[in-house]
């Protein structure tokens, strides 16, 4: 049973026009409002210009694809928008690449219009929590108005960088933030030195992690970093 809500606004880039209007048909039953683009750069014409709460996003478009719109996206955006891919490809080095593309989450075709929904919700409401100046992920709090962390209550002390690593990993979780990604939200054009991050993130594990018996700071080999809880 779906449970009543704050009706979403969704933009939706699909090529394909059955499964476009079965999608738009079912969230525009719900009380949705719906935007629709069959190419990634009517997509992002439309992500810029306007207020979504989530983009579903196929990910075989015609000419430019949703890896690079999803990428594009990710760089040209003022704020977070939730990205939901669509993809009938299903291994999970597939995932792996939507994920560093910018993608919040990855739902394979077939799939049912229900469970798409609750993705949506879930996604939406993520973001909405991660708005608000305190971001709760399990034992870590982090209150970003006054730019103070604890763990199972115990402040931790952190430098400016590793604190903005951090609300970073916190603000994308559970997506893997790539080291490309960080690395051009922390410095942007800046040429930066090959071991700058790793130091980062060397210093942040080693106020938020050592002192604990878990890790929250979780590589990803080959992709970048991510935050367990």
């Given amino acids: 049973m779906i449970e009543h809500c704050k009706p979403l606004k969704l933009l939706l880039i699909e090529d394909h026009r059955d499964l476009a209007k079965n999608i738009g048909d079912f969230f525009e039953q719900l009380g949705y409002i719906m935007d629709f683009a069959e190419t990634g750069t009517r997509g992002i014409n439309l992500s810029l210009s306007n207020y979504y709460d989530v983009i579903i996003l196929d990910l075989m478009l015609p000419g430019m694809d949703g890896l690079q719109v999803c990428q594009q996206l ?9 990205v939901l891919m669509l993809t009938a490809r299903d291994t999970l080095q597939d995932k792996v690449t939507g994920f560093q593309h910018g993608a919040d989450d990855y739902l394979t075709k077939p799939f ?3 469970e798409l929904h609750m993705r949506c919700l ?7 929590l991660h708005k608000s100046h305190i971001i709760t992920l399990g034992e870590l709090t982090i209150d970003t108005q006054q730019q103070l962390v604890t763990r199972q209550n115990i402040p931790i002390e952190l430098n400016t960088m590793s604190y903005r690593i951090l609300v970073l990993l916190a ?17 942007g054009d800046d040429i ?12 942040l594990r080693q106020a938020l992690d050592k002192p604990f018996e878990k890790a929250l700071i979780r590589t990803v080999h080959g992709v970048g970093f991510a935050l367990n809880h």
Wanted: hydrophobic share 30%; aromatic share 6%; charged share 35%.
């Fill in 171 to 187: 603000e994308a979780h559970p997506r893997v933030v790539t080291r490309s990604e960080l690395s051009e939200k922390l410095w």
């Fill in 74 to 82: 990710r760089h040209e955006a003022k704020r977070h928008i939730p």
């Fill in 112 to 114: 049912a219009l229900e």
């Fill in 192 to 203: 930066t030195e090959s071991d700058s991050l790793r130091s980062h993130i060397y210093y």
């Fill in 122 to 128: 879930a996604l939406s409401k993520r973001n909405q």
